[in-house]
C-alpha cells in the first residue's frame, strides 16, 4: 500500500485541548467519514464540551518514505461531533484501543494505539477502571470501524535506512485499562 492518506481529528473544547489523533486511510476518500463514524458511536463517554472536528482534505504520504506526494479531499464535509455526557470529566485520562494488523514488520507485529482521554467521570467504576459498558461501546465501535477497512497503521521509515510500511487494521482490543497522556514538552 504505497500511499496512505493522513487524516487530523482535531479534539478541542477542554483543558489542555486542542489535541490531534492522527490515522492513516487507505486510497479512496472513506477513512474522514468512517472515523466520523466511530467518534459518533463513542460520544456518550465524553463531556458536552469536548468535539472532534474531522478535516475535508490532507495530505497523501508514501509509507515507504514518508514524504509528501499529494492530497485528498473528502466531500461532503463532515459535522463536528461533540460529547454528550455531563459533569465532571479527568484531564487526561481515559482508556485506548489496540489496532492490530496481518503485517510483521522485521521481527514485531504492525500496532497501533489511539488514546480516548478526557473521559466523563461518570464513566468510571467504583474499582477505578472503565464501566463495561462504555468498553463494550468503544469495542463494537472499533470493530465497526475495522470492518470499514478504511483504517491502517504505519510503520515509519527507520533512520538506519529501512523502508517504512502500512497494512489495513484487521482488529480491535479495548482493554478495561484507565491511561493517562501527558506532554512531552516541558
Not at 48 to 70: C, K, Q, V, Y
Not at 71 to 82: K, N, R, Y
Not at 148 to 172: M, Q
Request: aromatic share 8%.
Amino acid at each position: 500500500m504505497p500511499t496512505l492518506e493522513r487524516v487530523l481529528v482535531t479534539w478541542s473544547g477542554q483543558q489542555g485541548l486542542p489535541g490531534v489523533s492522527v490515522f492513516y486511510g487507505a486510497p479512496g476518500g472513506s477513512a474522514t467519514a468512517d472515523l466520523s463514524t466511530f467518534f459518533n458511536a463513542i460520544k456518550a463517554g465524553f463531556t458536552n464540551t469536548l468535539t472532534w472536528s474531522f478535516p475535508s482534505s490532507g495530505d497523501t504520504i508514501d509509507d515507504a518514505t514518508g514524504h509528501l506526494n499529494g492530497a485528498w479531499a473528502a466531500v461532503p464535509t463532515l459535522s463536528t461531533v461533540t460529547g454528550t455526557a455531563t459533569g465532571n470529566f479527568a484531564a487526561g485520562c481515559g482508556g485506548y484501543i489496540k489496532w492490530d494488523t496481518g503485517a510483521i514488520i522485521g521481527t514485531r507485529r504492525l500496532k497501533g494505539r489511539t488514546f480516548l482521554t478526557n473521559l466523563s467521570s461518570a464513566m468510571y467504576q467504583s474499582d477505578g477502571t472503565i464501566d463495561n459498558g462504555i468498553v463494550s461501546v468503544w469495542q463494537t465501535a472499533a470493530n465497526n470501524l475495522v470492518t470499514a477497512g478504511s483504517i491502517c497503521v504505519w510503520h515509519r521509515p527507520s533512520p538506519g535506512g529501512a523502508n517504512g510500511a502500512s497494512d489495513l487494521v484487521s482488529s480491535a482490543q479495548v482493554p478495561d485499562q484507565v491511561t493517562s497522556l501527558r506532554s512531552r514538552r516541558r
